[in-house]
């Protein structure tokens, strides 16, 4: 079930294709071409565009998104002699480096450095050799390190965070450690003078179709409890999370619905507010449509003191392809569409645009028919 939502949400987060990187379908490459934005009566709101640049070797070397016709970011990248992957620099922001990537010999990626606005260092990030991360160090609004430590099916099972002070000293030390599930179930604290305590953070219980989920504090005490219904196939059919210490108010409330797949279908998430989420999958088994449906409120005045706003029912559509790569979205407002985006990709073979530039910019693109594509 877990990881089931976690395949979901990974497709749902594709939807930056200005920051995504290409993918490797086929034996060719799959680049984004155009993204194209428009009002519900076509008329073109936002467009954005791509330029790739390969070296003689058929390596992908700079890949930019232009925005409305202006350079947003860009990416280079370096090769060795074997022709793997050995760094890639990401800018942005007025052609500021945003990230740096270094990659082992065979290609994988093992340390990543993020930069702030003022070119300091934010994060250093390091990952094995399958792809999870192992350490992460953080220097923005204060100074940890935290260190993961994962079973041979890459189930993270215990986890180290090092709190600093202004003067590098430590200021505690957190051990936690989790279950198959990420429940976090006890956490182990070390505090500046070497002093430990340890608590358990979370304890299970779990009756026929029920399951109850305690989380502590430090001090023993309740301060969340949630309720479960399972199906036969452990499926969790709702949740219901409740705030021990402010007499059992409820934080957030979820329900669940299944095909006979076992894939989620339907998902209502209650916090402030109600957001139901709907699921269809083609045929070839890949989630192909995400429709979102929220309250929103509308202003008829866009100054003003916002008074006369009007709650109404949002709906927002997502399609995607077999990679989970997003081409369409459309938008409604109390079942009126209000507008609609395209993305465009083309599966290039590297061999065949050795040393060449890849330009997909237009300055006079004005309408495009590939925004009356119906899915």
Not at 116 to 124: A, T
Not at 211 to 233: A, F, M, N, P, S
Not at 338 to 345: C, G, L, P, R
Request: glycine share 10%; net charge negative.
């Amino acid at each position: 079930m877990k990881k089931l939502l976690s395949i979901i949400l990974a497709g749902v987060f594709t939807a930056n294709l200005a920051a995504c990187s290409p993918s490797v379908s086929h034996g060719e490459l799959k680049l984004p071409t155009v993204y194209l934005d428009y009002y519900a009566d076509g008329g073109l709101m936002a467009f954005g565009e791509y330029y790739y640049e390969f070296d003689n070797s058929g390596n992908l070397i700079e890949q930019v998104y232009y925005s409305g016709g202006y350079p947003d970011s860009r990416t280079e990248t370096t090769y060795g002699s074997s022709g793997v992957r050995t760094e890639e620099s990401v800018y942005g922001r007025g052609d500021k480096l945003e990230t740096y990537r270094e990659f082992d010999e065979d290609g994988n990626l093992y340390k990543e450095t993020v930069y702030g606005y003022g070119g300091d260092v934010e994060e250093i990030n390091c990952y094995n050799s399958d792809g999870l991360m192992v350490s992460k160090e953080a220097f923005e609004y204060s100074h940890y390190t935290v260190r993961y430590e994962y079973d041979e099916d890459g189930i993270l099972v215990k986890q180290y965070e090092e709190d600093y002070d202004d003067n590098g000293e430590i200021n505690f030390v957190y051990e936690d450690t989790y279950d198959s599930e990420g429940n976090l179930l006890n956490r182990l604290i070390t505090d500046a003078s070497g002093n430990t305590s340890e608590y358990t953070t979370v304890q299970i219980e779990k009756e026929g179709n029920t399951r109850i989920i305690y989380q502590y504090g430090d001090k023993g005490e309740v301060r969340y409890r949630t309720e479960e219904i399972l199906d036969d196939d452990g499926n969790v059919l709702s949740k219901v999370t409740y705030v021990a210490y402010d007499n059992d108010r409820v934080l957030t409330r979820e329900e669940f619905s299944y095909d006979d797949k076992g894939r989620v279908i339907d998902r209502i998430y209650d916090f402030m507010d109600v957001t139901e989420y709907k699921y269809e999958y083609a045929d070839e088994g890949y989630m192909c449509k995400e429709s979102i449906i929220k309250g929103q409120y509308v202003y008829p005045e866009v100054y003003g003191d916002g008074s006369g706003g009007v709650l109404c029912e949002s709906l927002r559509v997502n399609y995607y392809d077999a990679d989970g790569d997003k081409v369409r979205t459309e938008y409604y407002i109390d079942g009126r569409m209000t507008s609609y985006a395209v993305w465009e990709y083309e599966y290039i073979n590297s061999r065949n645009v050795r040393g060449e530039v890849l330009d997909y910019r237009d300055e006079d693109r004005k309408l495009d028919p590939r925004a009356t594509v119906v899915y």
